[in-house]
């Protein structure tokens, strides 16, 4: 190890020493953080929990410093496979048995107990042995990236579990989902809710993280009526020099998020992102697109383009088809700055999309006279009976 580093690891937190050495480490050596290798293998559990337990949660320390500290630690814990301590679950974490309350294409979602609470955990199942390692670095990297989240719309982050099967570990939210409490609770304001949705999702952009895979199902309710976001699947550092091999994708690109999906994202070529530029994606304006749908989709209750089959879907959206207005639900601003939300973006051009914070006002400003009487919501464009649509129907509005 780096005689610096190993002078880190044997300084007292507490002393005036520790800050000043942590600070002329960060500042000279940044510029080798992405050199990983150059620490032996036995020596980087020892580094991981320093960083992760000393250096970022030093006081005295600058925070952009952190910043640099933290990105370094994520790259350690991928490229070693490793997790902080302090990520790991503790304790005696029960599963119950029976099936899965959740199916998804890369995942099991469990219900299970931890320190006397209900939890709910996710197991991935098992992959190819040929992407395991390229599975297994993104999950530390997002792992790390979840504990640092903490916001009032976030989903918590209770502990990762890396036996037989990578798992994570947040609260059971008996509400649900976003689409599925407001059908039991159809008085809610379900303007007020997407304001706290569009609160969430600005505090990850804040925080350089994109989400990614932003829907109704990926909105979970807590005890006290407040949308929490989650499924950080596609969670990324924005321009995290790291993700650069683009050549295993994260296990959560499944068909049911097409609705939800930019153009740019099902066909990067067409929107001129090459071989580099389309490892920008997702992105945040991929987020604020997907943003506007999830408005729709709550508002309505009905998924984006719901006339249209799963099959036809993709060809569908790359065609440049937005979906009809709603008659009497949005009015002419909010649906102006929803319709802006679903641009085409092209790589050469700045983007064309609203920043959150306009969709948020907007809402903010039409949550104060919100109606949730009308129940019968129909579109200009025809609806095809639940036993008529593609696949994914029962997998987007249950938990």
């Known amino acids: 190890m780096d005689h610096l580093w190993q002078k880190l690891m044997e300084t007292d937190q507490a002393s005036e020493e520790f800050p000043r050495l942590a ?9 080798k953080f992405h050199v990983v290798h150059q620490f032996a293998e036995e020596d980087v559990p020892q580094l991981i929990d ?13 925070t952009q410093l952190k910043g640099t500290a933290f990105g370094f630690l994520r790259r350690l814990c991928g490229t070693f496979q490793q997790l902080p301590s302090s990520c790991l679950i503790d304790g005696e974490l029960m599963i119950d048995g029976g099936i899965p309350c959740s199916n998804r294409a890369y995942a099991d979602l469990r219900k299970g107990s931890w320190r006397g609470e209900n939890v709910a955990i996710k197991l991935l199942r098992t992959f190819k042995d040929d992407n395991k390692a390229e599975i297994t670095k993104r999950f530390c990297k997002e792992i790390v990236l979840w504990k640092q989240l903490r916001h009032k719309n976030i989903l918590p982050f209770y502990g990762a579990c890396m036996g037989n099967q990578l798992g994570m570990v947040s609260p059971w939210l008996e509400n649900g989902n976003i689409i599925g409490f407001t059908r039991k609770n159809p008085e809610a304001n379900r303007l007020n809710l997407l304001i706290d949705v569009s609160n969430g999702l600005e505090y990850l952009h804040h925080s350089g993280v994109i989400h990614g895979n932003l829907r109704s199902v990926n909105i ?14 596609l969670a990324r550092i924005i321009e995290d ?11 959560g690109d499944e068909e049911g998020t097409l609705r939800w999906s930019a153009p740019e994202c099902l066909h990067p070529e067409r929107f001129g992102f090459g071989d580099k530029s389309r490892k920008r994606l997702p992105s945040k304006s991929t987020d604020v697109y997907a943003l506007g749908m999830t ?20 060809m569908y959206i790359l065609d440049g088809k937005r979906p009809e207005r709603p008659r009497g639900v ?15 973006e092209y790589e050469s051009t ?19 006279t919100w109606d949730p009487s009308p129940e019968a919501i129909t579109t200009d464009g025809p609806c095809i009976p639940s036993s008529r649509r593609g696949t994914g129907e029962s997998e987007i509005y249950t938990l």
């Open 23 to 31: 600070i002329e480490i960060l500042d000279a050596q940044r510029s």
């Open 50 to 62: 320093l960083i992760d337990r000393k250096v970022l949660q030093h006081k005295i320390i600058p």
């Open 220 to 233: 979970l309710i807590d005890s006290d009526h407040r949308p929490r976001l989650a499924e950080f699947g």
């Open 241 to 251: 020099s790291e993700d650069s091999s683009g050549d295993t994708p994260w296990p």
């Open 295 to 314: 408005v729709l989709e709550v508002v309505t209750r009905r998924r984006p383009f719901d006339h249209i089959t799963d099959y036809a879907i993709h």
């Open 330 to 344: 949005f009015s002419g601003a909010l649906w102006e700055l929803l319709h802006q939300s679903w641009n085409r």
């Open 350 to 368: 700045p983007s064309m999309r609203p920043p959150i914070s306009l969709i948020q006002a907007q809402l903010e400003k039409e949550a104060e």
